[in-house]
């Protein structure tokens, strides 16, 4: 039996695709600032967030029946952590690497804030298509 494609499947593929790009470009900032430049907490967590990202990048495309799920979690997870992260002035120093008024050895350019912006952008948006895609299962099961 050939498996039907929705809407929200369709979005949902879409988005994670857009989310993988930013993923890497976000990625490819940081290496180009140096991993030395942020805490050893805020790399730690920055690894934990690429693999749950990688994971739900992999279930989106294997079609598996957790990916909404995940992407609804990881994107919103993701979204929130860097803007925390990134976004908000130094506030709670080894989790921070704020883009605000950041030294001249944090190596901050207008790439990095469009890589961050993107990423975060990129959350907010696979974040979205999961709940859709939650949703739109949901209406058809009830």
């Known amino acids: 039996m050939p498996e039907t494609t929705t809407p929200s499947d369709t979005a949902l593929r879409i988005t994670t695709a857009v989310f993988a790009v930013a993923l890497l470009v976000h990625g490819g900032d940081h290496?180009?600032?140096?991993?030395?430049?942020?805490?050893?907490?805020?790399?730690?967590?920055?690894?934990l967030q690429m693999l749950f990202?990688?994971?739900?990048?992999?279930?989106?495309?294997?079609r598996h029946s957790a990916a909404p799920l995940a992407?609804?979690?990881?994107?919103f997870g993701s979204a929130i952590g860097f803007t925390?992260?990134?976004?908000?002035?130094?506030?709670?120093?080894p989790l921070s690497d704020s883009?605000?008024?950041?030294?001249?050895?944090?190596?901050?350019?207008?790439?990095?804030?469009?890589?961050?912006?993107?990423?975060?952008?990129?959350?907010?948006a696979i974040g979205?298509?999961?709940l859709y895609t939650l949703r739109a299962r949901q209406a058809v099961t009830v």
Do not use: M, Y
């Open 128 to 130: 979205i298509a999961g």
């Open 99 to 124: 883009f605000v008024n950041a030294p001249p050895q944090a190596r901050v350019t207008g790439f990095s804030w469009f890589a961050a912006l993107f990423e975060i952008a990129a959350d907010l």
């Open 31 to 47: 290496l180009r600032r140096g991993l030395d430049v942020c805490s050893a907490l805020v790399n730690a967590l920055g690894t």
């Open 71 to 75: 992407a609804t979690l990881v994107g």
């Open 53 to 62: 990202a990688v994971l739900t990048i992999a279930l989106v495309f294997r």
């Open 84 to 93: 925390l992260v990134h976004v908000l002035p130094d506030w709670f120093g």
